[in-house]
């Protein structure tokens, strides 16, 4: 089974700041990993997907993450961050090796920019 | 084009009623999955449906918790005798089933919020 951990459940930043949200993840196979983000009063999109090749992927509105397979971690990054990015943050799981679909979410980081 | 939608938004029942929950994915996906989200936590996995079958429902917690698709479209979960600990809100995605399988993106409707009095 599959399990995920994100370590920081809130940040505040000012705009213009750097983010980087943590998230590592158990699991003995191959994973695909996602960033979901949920703005307030909205559902839940995609901000980025890895399966393969590149560890660095860039997603949606400047965001980034890496994934570093010796670490089981899968940081997502933004170098300045806006007053907009406020919301809540989810890193995401599936089992890439046994095709199974459904996602292990972690608990979220909440981050709040400040004007 | 619409999104994955869900009704009611909100409902509100008593302990031990039943109640049911509605899911209109995304048209022409063939992939719906149910989460449960409770407060504080990130979505949990609850059932997989493949067309109209359950490809995958691991996640149900106990047997009071069952889900339809029958015609491969829309999908409800029903909850019976109800209990104050399935207070939530119940996420429905839908994604679609071209190569990729479990990489597809997975669309998550507004949710229901369910409150067991």
């Known amino acids: 089974a599959q399990s995920v951990s994100q370590h920081n459940h809130h940040v505040i930043l000012s705009e213009a700041a750097s983010l980087e949200l943590g998230c590592n993840y158990s699991y003995g196979g191959t994973v695909n990993l996602f960033w979901y983000v949920q703005y307030p009063g909205q559902h839940l999109q995609l901000l980025l997907k890895?399966?393969?090749?590149?560890?660095l992927v860039k997603g949606i509105k400047g965001f980034e993450a890496e994934f570093i397979k010796s670490k089981f971690s899968f940081n997502l990054r933004k170098p300045s961050v806006q007053w907009s990015d406020t919301a809540e943050y989810f890193c995401a799981v599936n089992a890439q090796d046994t095709g199974r679909r459904a996602l292990t979410f972690g608990s979220g980081t909440r981050l709040q920019v400040q004007p | 084009g619409a999104g994955v939608s869900q009704t009611p938004s909100n409902k509100v029942t008593e302990k031990g009623k039943y109640v049911e929950l509605r899911c209109d994915p995304i048209s022409g996906h063939t992939a719906l999955y149910w989460y449960r989200q409770s407060l504080g936590q990130g979505p949990e996995f609850l059932i997989y449906f493949q067309g109209t079958g359950a490809a995958d429902d691991s996640g149900l917690p106990n047997d009071r918790f069952f889900a339809v698709r029958p015609e491969g479209s829309v999908s409800t979960l029903k909850i019976q005798r109800t209990e104050r600990g399935d207070s939530a809100v119940y996420l429905c995605?839908?994604?679609?089933?071209?190569?990729?399988?479990?990489?597809?993106?997975?669309?998550f409707g507004p949710g229901t919020r369910l409150t067991v009095l």
């Open positions: 890895y399966f393969s090749g590149d560890p």
């Open positions: 995605a839908s994604s679609s089933s071209l190569s990729g399988g479990a990489r597809n993106e997975q669309f």
